[in-house]
């Protein structure tokens, strides 16, 4: 059973930045995209950013320029660089996985990834 945990959510200022991690256990065979996914209290949840197996990634359009996804294979860990925060990027973040046999283009629908992290709570405040 795969598991994702989340890390690195805290509080900061506008203007401030934070990095999350995403650490992966349990792979099994066949190819994984990550997503970050964001849900503010009384708000549905929202897509952030994915990065495929291979690499390629995709940004919600209204954080692109600010947010970045990366990932580090050798130690099973996708993290996501939030820069410029504002306070309406307050939420909780979760990361996801999806799990396919073969390789594909991520996309931040919540319905396409099959496992979930416990999130983190980021809280923009002055």
């Known amino acids: 059973q795969l598991q994702l945990v989340e890390s690195g959510g805290g509080l900061v200022q506008p203007g401030g930045s934070l990095r999350l991690s995403c650490a992966a256990s349990?792979?099994?065979?066949?190819?994984?995209?990550i997503g970050w996914f964001r849900q503010a209290p009384g708000k549905e949840r929202e897509g952030v950013s994915c990065?495929?197996?291979?690499?390629?990634?995709y940004h919600a359009e209204s954080l692109k320029g600010r947010f970045s996804v990366s990932r580090d294979n050798a130690k099973n860990t996708v993290y996501l660089q939030m820069n410029s925060l504002k306070p309406e990027d307050t939420a909780g973040y979760y990361c996801?996985?999806?799990?396919?046999?073969?390789?594909?283009?991520?996309?931040?629908?919540?319905?396409?990834?099959?496992?979930w992290g416990q999130g983190t709570q980021v809280t923009v405040s002055s």
């Open positions: 990065i495929s197996s291979s690499g390629g990634t």
């Open positions: 349990g792979f099994t065979s066949g190819y994984y995209a």
């Open positions: 996801a996985a999806e799990q396919s046999t073969v390789p594909t283009m991520c996309a931040i629908r919540t319905r396409r990834y099959d496992y």
